[in-house]
């Protein structure tokens, strides 16, 4: 067990390493590949502000971590969201840093 | 480095290891439909479904209750329709929350319990009439349940739920033994066991999604 945190500061990923973001990528890598998640539903589930949401969404997708589509479901437009590839990797990456911190 | 941002503080490697575990279970949760929505309306026409038929049509042409000879397939076959409308509604609200291969593969899925009925409903048409009623009766029982059972088991291959697989797996077992034992027994066999099994696997599979 390792009680000393400097390395979580220097080895973790910056994007994911915010409480409000590794919630978000959690809940996303639950999904399949290719499989797309309404907004509505990913912000219910993560019981966070659509407002929130949005900005957490945006500094990912700048990252290229998740992809956001607005598309139509019959007639309502919908916001569709995403775990590209490099977020899954780096959601991957982020879970086996945080798991050698626990064992060395 | 830091967080490039002044979010809620990064919490310690267990804390967010867990912080990641709780929200993978809420989003699967929220993404599987209701277990008691998928397993129990089945379970309980089953239950009662062949209940009736056992009660009306027992082993060795006796009858327990003399029922109208009507009852028991109109019984059953209200309760699968009913249980087909209430899976279908259950399933495809959360089909809707996501869309891609993974909603694909559920139409899919529930498009092949269609197909294969439908298939095995006009092959054992042609046998009715050939066969003695009591024989008859467990033609079309027997191979239902099988098709049941072996739908469960792919089921359980797609998506990988071992759980669904079991399901699959007990159904087929109990519907051998009844069929070896012969029509009467058979519906007794499906009712208890068939139907109990359907009505566990929907407590099992909501315990684990609580």
């Known amino acids: 067990m ?3 945190s400097e390395p979580l500061v220097t080895e973790l990923d910056p994007v994911i390493h915010a409480q409000a973001r590794l919630r978000v990528v959690s809940a996303l890598s639950v999904l399949g590949e290719h499989d797309r998640i309404t907004f509505p539903q990913l912000q219910e589930s993560l019981r966070m ?8 969404l945006r500094k990912l997708e700048d990252a290229g971590y998740v992809e956001v589509t607005k598309t139509h479901q019959g007639r309502t437009p919908a916001t569709l969201v995403r775990l590209t590839r490099r977020g899954r990797l780096a959601f991957d990456d982020y879970t086996a840093a945080l798991r050698a911190l626990l064992n060395p | 480095m830091t967080p490039i941002d002044d979010d809620a503080p990064p919490l310690d490697p267990a804390e967010s290891l867990a912080l990641i575990e709780r929200e993978r279970h809420n989003l699967g949760r929220d993404l599987s439909p209701d277990p008691r929505m998928m397993f129990w309306p089945w379970g309980i026409a089953w239950l009662v479904g062949f209940t009736l038929f056992f009660l009306r049509f027992g082993p060795d042409g006796r009858v327990f209750v003399d029922l109208p000879e009507w009852i028991p397939l109109t019984g059953l076959a209200l309760l699968m329709v009913a249980a087909g409308i209430t899976t279908g509604i259950a399933g495809s609200r959360v089909s809707s929350r996501v869309s891609g291969p993974s909603t694909r593969q559920g139409i899919m899925y529930g498009v092949s319990w269609s197909i ?11 046998f009715s009439d050939l066969l003695p009623e009591d024989k008859a009766g467990l033609l079309w029982a027997g191979g239902m349940v099988a098709l049941t059972g072996a739908l469960h088991m792919a089921g359980g291959a797609v998506w990988n739920d071992r759980d669904l697989f079991v399901l699959g797996a007990w159904t087929s077992a109990i519907n051998v033994a009844g069929i070896l034992i012969g029509p009467g027994w058979h519906a ?9 099994g359907m009505i566990a696997a929907g407590i099992i599979g909501w315990q684990r999604l609580r």
């Open chain 1, 2 to 4: 390792s009680d000393n």
């Open chain 1, 49 to 56: 502000t659509a407002g929130n949401l949005s900005v957490h």
């Open chain 2, 116 to 126: 294969a009925f439908t298939a095995f409903s006009i092959l054992f048409g042609q």
């Open chain 2, 188 to 196: 007794l066999i499906v009712a208890v066991a068939g139907g109990g």
